[in-house]
């Protein structure tokens, strides 16, 4: 099953790189421990807005199929 069907269709109408864009803007100059904090508030905000367990469960598949198998070199 792709992610567009456990997670739907993209619905940035071509701004997705505006999106990351700000993100990694909002993680500038953070430690990785501000950067983890920030990302934690960030899916919990979202999750709220979201309100769908079933649609946050699917994200969370989704997000989760895609990990690699080994810690990038940072």
């Known amino acids: 099953m792709g992610s ?3 997670i739907g269709p993209d619905r940035f109408a071509g701004k997705g790189d505006d999106f990351y864009d700000a993100l990694m803007a ?5 430690t990785d421990r501000q950067s983890a904090a920030l990302n934690a508030r960030l899916v919990l905000i979202l999750a709220n807005r979201i309100g769908d367990l079933d649609v946050l ?10 990990l690699p198998d080994t810690d990038p070199v940072l």
């Open 4 to 6: 567009e069907m456990m």
């Open 26 to 30: 909002a993680h500038a100059n953070l």
């Open 57 to 66: 469960q699917a994200a969370l598949t989704a997000a989760s199929a895609t």
